[in-house]
């Protein structure tokens, strides 16, 4: 049986005030998990205060309530087995409640507590502190750690959030009164996308997030990222390390996610290098020539503004010049002669056959569906997906 993608309609909710919820009941076990997507995370960081808003995250989570010290947060939490998390990323921000259906009120009331009263203490905020300046010592330990930030600065910008960097002075800057004013902006009813999968029904579940959000302050919906206004320039780029092996990336600003040849350009970057073992780059780079454990590319479309495409590998140091010569060797062939129809039917039988994997669970079907409508995908995109792909020729 042909699978078909679930149409987001069915799941979508509105609340009085506006706020959007995905419900997808599910009594398979007497739990419910609640995620609460919002627009924003890092990008809004003043140049200043890079990490201002990882570390509020932290502290919505880890620094208890106006009315409940960390301790006695963390108390309430572990006595009801409910796990409580909350976190900024690059361009979002997210919190997620699982619990049994037993206690859902009770942790309802208190998760929210959370995420509309943090409290931000002081002794919490020092030890987050301690920890983000022990990473900034740390992070040249590591070469991958090292090329990421290189390759996101040449791509981005130093400027840019895809690639500023925090530093002591910044981190030691944060203070409580910083991060309340950025969860003030972030974390409100205005910004936010619920989504609520398993053992509830829909109406009595509507019943307690209008209970729930009653009298919480509603804000705007924050802006997009701002794209950046780096010009790429091409050349060779090196960072010296005491290491027997180099780490190798390869690669070039590419298109955004709405592009309308993104199918193509996806299928193309399988077969070249993102496929695995039938990706023609780990077969020359490793199966063929021994160079390194793994070799590949990976295209990441931006929503926003043009993302990258790159090839990688590591190798041993006296091996790194011969592997990137067949890395650009690859990239010339693809390039300058057709793929092979073997090649084609081969990258189409994988999108295909993998395609419900989507949708395998509750909560993944509704993280896509928050995703795509923060994110304004085209509402045909899954629908067509399938034809899409087998219309693609050489």
């Known amino acids: 049986m042909l699978f078909r993608s679930p149409d987001p309609a069915q799941f979508r909710h509105t609340l009085k005030d506006g706020t959007v919820v995905y419900l997808a009941p599910s009594h398979e076990f007497p739990l419910i998990n609640l995620t609460m997507t919002f627009k924003g995370g890092s990008n809004l960081d003043p140049a200043d205060m890079v990490g201002l808003a990882g570390m509020t995250g932290r502290m919505v989570r880890d620094g208890g309530t106006t009315t409940m010290k960390p301790g006695e947060l963390d108390e309430a939490f572990d006595f009801m087995a409910t796990q409580a998390n909350a976190s900024c990323g690059d361009t ?66 130093r400027d840019h959030f895809e690639a500023r960097q925090s530093t002591e002075k910044g981190i030691k800057s944060i203070t409580p009164d910083a991060m309340r004013e950025l969860h003030k902006r972030i974390f409100n009813p205005g910004n936010v996308i619920v989504a609520v999968s398993g053992d509830f029904e829909p109406k009595d579940m509507l019943a307690k997030l209008e209970t729930a959000f009653t009298g919480w302050e509603r804000g705007a919906v924050l802006a997009d990222p701002v794209a950046p206004t780096q010009v790429l320039k091409p050349g060779l780029y090196h960072v010296q390390k005491d290491i027997p092996q180099g780490k190798v990336q390869i690669g070039l600003r590419s298109i955004k996610r709405d592009d309308p040849d993104y199918i193509p350009y996806m299928m193309l970057n399988d077969i070249l290098g993102g496929g695995g073992f039938t990706s023609r780059i780990m077969t020359q ?71 419900p994997r989507t949708f395998e669970s509750k909560p993944a079907m509704l993280g896509v569906f928050v995703g795509d409508e923060w994110t304004n995908r085209p509402k045909d995109y899954w629908k067509t997906l399938r034809d899409k792909v087998n219309a693609v020729t050489k």
């Open 92 to 157: 979002t921000s997210s919190a997620s409640l699982n619990c049994l259906k037993s206690n859902f009120d009770e942790s309802l009331k208190l998760f929210v507590d959370m995420l509309r009263n943090p409290g931000f203490d002081t002794g919490r905020l020092e030890t987050n502190r301690g920890q983000a300046l022990e990473g900034i010592k740390q992070r040249n330990d590591d070469a991958r750690g090292i090329i990421g930030r290189e390759w996101s600065a040449l791509l981005y910008g």
């Open 285 to 355: 780079v490793r199966s063929n020539e021994g160079l390194a454990y793994s070799a590949g590319s990976r295209m990441s479309p931006k929503v926003y503004y043009p993302g990258e495409w790159r090839g990688s590998f590591e190798s041993k140091s006296p091996t790194v010049a011969l592997a990137t010569k067949i890395v650009l060797d690859e990239m010339q062939k693809i390039r300058d002669n057709p793929v092979t129809d073997e090649e084609l039917e081969t990258t189409k039988k994988q999108i295909i056959e993998t395609f």
